[in-house]
C-alpha cells in the first residue's frame, strides 16, 4: 500500500471519528437538556421545608431528604379521584384515536377510490390548523348536542388525530401488497385483512401512536379546563394547578405533584418502548 493511500486512509478514518465525537457531544447535549429538568424536579420533591429550593450552583441531591411532601399533596388533594378521572379520560383518549386512525389509514394506503389524494390532503391540511382556533367552535357544538360537562364532551375532539392518521397510512404503505393478494386467495374478506394480517404488521407503530396520544390526553389541561365545570371530575393536570398557592411551600408542592402525575408516563413508555424503538428504526415512512 502506498504512502497516499495510507494517509487517505487515515484521514478518512479521522474525519469519521471527528464526525462521530461531534454527533455525540450534540446528543449528550440535548439529553442533559432533557434531563435535568426532570431530576430538579425530583430533587425539589424530596427536599424538607429547611433546604432552599433555589440555589446557585443548584443542587440535585437533597441534604435534608423527606417523603412529607408526597403524604401531604396525598393528604390535601383527592388525588385517587383526580388519577381515577384522568386514566378514564387517557383511556378513551388513546384508544379511540389508535382505532379511528388504523381504520382511516386502512383504505386510505390500500384500497383505490375516486378522491383518495384529495381527503387525504385535507387530513393533513387539518394539522396546520392550531387548536385553539377550533376550540370555541367546538364549544358552540358540544354546548348543543349537550356534552358540556362530561368525559365524552372532552374525548370527543381528540377521538379523530389527523396525524396518527398520517402515521397508519405510512405503516399500511409499507406493507407488500403481495402478503394482501395472498390472503384473498385464502378467501380472507376485507376484515379479516385489516384485523388479522396487517394489523399485526403495524404493532410497532400502533404503539407509538399509543405513546403520543396517552401523553397528550394525560397532560391535556386547557380543554378540560374549559369542558369540566364539576371539580370533582377534574383531572390530575387540573389538581396541580390548585397546587401553587394551595401549601406554604408551594414549588416543593408543585413540584411532587408533577412526579405523581409524570410515573403513568414512564410506566407506558417503559412497556411500549421495544414497539417505539423498532418504529422509528423500521423506515415505515414511505412516500
Not at 88 to 113: D, E, K, Q, S
Amino acid at each position: 500500500m502506498s504512502s497516499n493511500d495510507k494517509k487517505r486512509r487515515f484521514s478518512f478514518s479521522s474525519y469519521h471519528f471527528k464526525r462521530k465525537a461531534v454527533l455525540y457531544i450534540i446528543l449528550t447535549a440535548i439529553a442533559l437538556l432533557t434531563v435535568i429538568p426532570f431530576i430538579w424536579t425530583l430533587s425539589t420533591a424530596l427536599k424538607g421545608p429547611n433546604e432552599a429550593v433555589f440555589s446557585m450552583p443548584p443542587n440535585f441531591i437533597p441534604k435534608d431528604f423527606t417523603l412529607d411532601n408526597f403524604i401531604e399533596v396525598w393528604q390535601t388533594l383527592p388525588i385517587p379521584l383526580y388519577f381515577w378521572n384522568s386514566l378514564i379520560i387517557t383511556f378513551w383518549g388513546m384508544i379511540l384515536p389508535i382505532l379511528l386512525a388504523t381504520l382511516a389509514g386502512f383504505p386510505l394506503a390500500r384500497m383505490n377510490f375516486k378522491g383518495k389524494n384529495i381527503i387525504f390532503i385535507i387530513i393533513i391540511a387539518t394539522m396546520m390548523v392550531p387548536a385553539e382556533a377550533t376550540m370555541i367552535p367546538i364549544y358552540l357544538i358540544l354546548n348543543k348536542i349537550g356534552l358540556l360537562g362530561t368525559f365524552t364532551g372532552v374525548v370527543l375532539p381528540i377521538a379523530v388525530n389527523a396525524f396518527g392518521i398520517f402515521l397508519m397510512r405510512q405503516a399500511f404503505l409499507n406493507i407488500p401488497r403481495e402478503i394482501e393478494e395472498s390472503a384473498i386467495i385464502d378467501g380472507a374478506n376485507v376484515f379479516q385483512i385489516w384485523w388479522k394480517i396487517l394489523l399485526p404488521m403495524v404493532k410497532p407503530m400502533i404503539a407509538t401512536l399509543g405513546i403520543l396520544s396517552f401523553i397528550g390526553a394525560w397532560n391535556s389541561f386547557l380543554w378540560p379546563l374549559i369542558v369540566l365545570r364539576d371539580e370533582s371530575m377534574h383531572p390530575l393536570t387540573l389538581g396541580l394547578y390548585k397546587l401553587d398557592g394551595a401549601f406554604e411551600a408551594s414549588t416543593r408542592a408543585v413540584a411532587t405533584g408533577s412526579i405523581i402525575a409524570l410515573v403513568p408516563v414512564i410506566i407506558i413508555f417503559l412497556l411500549l418502548q421495544r414497539h417505539f424503538i423498532n418504529s422509528a428504526t423500521s423506515g415505515s415512512i414511505k412516500g
